[in-house]
C-alpha cells in the first residue's frame, strides 16, 4: 500500500515563472492538504481540498491555487514565482469520517526559486 | 487554536530517556495533543495523540497533566535514528479536516 506521493523531488524555477506540483494521496484517502516548510521553520497550511473543492485556506495570496481530480490526488499551482516561495511543499492525506486524527505527509517537493 | 510552545532544541546520548515539554495554557476542552516528528527533507509523521493522563505506543508515551496546560512526549533509550524534529500540536480531534498549525519545534540531537 502506497504511502502520499508527490513528483517531483526538486524543482528549479526563475522569478515570475509558474509552477506546478503533484500529489497521490494514500490509499483509501480523500482529503489532500499542502503546506509550506521554509527553512528551519514548520510547515504552514496552505489549503485543503476535499470532493474537488478548496475547504479551507491558509494565509497565503492568491497566486497559490490548487486543483483536486476525481482520483483524489491533488495538485498545487503557484503562478509569478518569488524568491520567497523556496521552501519544502509537502502534501498530506487523510479519509474523511474514518475516526484517524492524523494527517499522513508525503516526502515534499523542494522548490528553489532563483 | 492553542498556541504551544516547546523548546528550540535538546541534547541527548544513546541509550537515554528523553522528555520534551510542551505548554499550551489556551488548550479548549475539545482538544487533542499531537505529536509529529520529521527528518531533515521529509514530510512529518505522527508519533503520538492523546487526550488527557498517560497514552503509550510502540514508540513513546505522552504524559498529560490533570489541567492539560502542557504535555511531555518520552522517548524511551533514544537512538542515533531519533535525530530529528519534534513537533507538538494542539487542536480538535478531526476526522480529517484538521489545518494542521505547526511551530517551530524541537530539535532533538542524539549522539553516541
Known amino acids: 500500500d502506497a504511502g502520499v506521493t508527490q513528483s517531483p523531488t526538486h524543482l528549479i524555477k526563475t522569478r515570475g515563472q509558474q509552477v506546478t506540483l503533484r500529489c497521490s494521496p494514500k490509499?483509501?484517502?480523500?482529503?489532500v492538504s499542502w503546506y509550506q516548510q521554509a527553512l528551519g521553520q514548520g510547515p504552514q497550511f496552505i489549503f485543503q481540498?476535499?470532493?474537488?473543492?478548496?475547504?479551507q485556506r491558509g494565509n497565503f495570496p492568491d497566486r497559490f491555487s490548487g486543483h483536486q481530480f476525481p482520483n483524489y490526488s491533488s495538485e498545487l499551482n503557484v503562478n509569478a514565482l518569488l524568491l520567497g516561495d523556496s521552501a519544502l511543499y509537502l502534501c498530506?492525506?487523510?479519509?474523511?469520517?474514518?475516526?484517524?486524527?492524523?494527517?499522513?505527509f508525503g516526502p515534499g517537493t523542494r522548490l528553489t526559486v532563483l | 487554536l492553542a498556541k504551544t510552545t516547546q523548546p528550540i532544541s535538546m541534547d541527548s546520548y544513546e541509550g537515554q530517556e528523553v522528555n520534551i515539554t510542551c505548554s499550551h495554557n489556551?488548550?479548549?476542552?475539545?482538544?487533542?495533543i499531537t505529536w509529529y516528528q520529521q527528518f531533515p527533507s521529509q514530510g512529518p509523521r505522527f508519533i503520538i495523540q492523546?487526550?488527557?493522563t498517560k497514552v503509550t505506543n510502540e514508540v513513546a508515551s505522552l504524559f498529560i497533566p490533570a489541567d492539560r496546560k502542557s504535555s511531555t512526549l518520552s522517548l524511551p533509550r533514544v537512538s542515533l535514528s531519533d535525530t530529528a524534529v519534534y513537533y507538538c500540536?494542539?487542536?480538535?480531534?478531526?476526522?480529517?479536516?484538521?489545518?494542521?498549525?505547526f511551530g517551530t519545534g524541537t530539535r532533538l540531537l542524539v549522539s553516541p
Open positions: 490509499s483509501g484517502h480523500d482529503t
Open positions: 498530506a492525506s487523510s479519509p474523511v469520517g474514518g475516526g484517524e486524527d492524523t494527517q499522513y
Open positions: 489556551n488548550i479548549a476542552t475539545n482538544d487533542y
Open positions: 492523546g487526550y488527557k
Open positions: 500540536l494542539v487542536g480538535d480531534e478531526g476526522t480529517g479536516f484538521q489545518k494542521l498549525v
Open positions: 481540498y476535499y470532493e474537488e473543492e478548496e475547504r
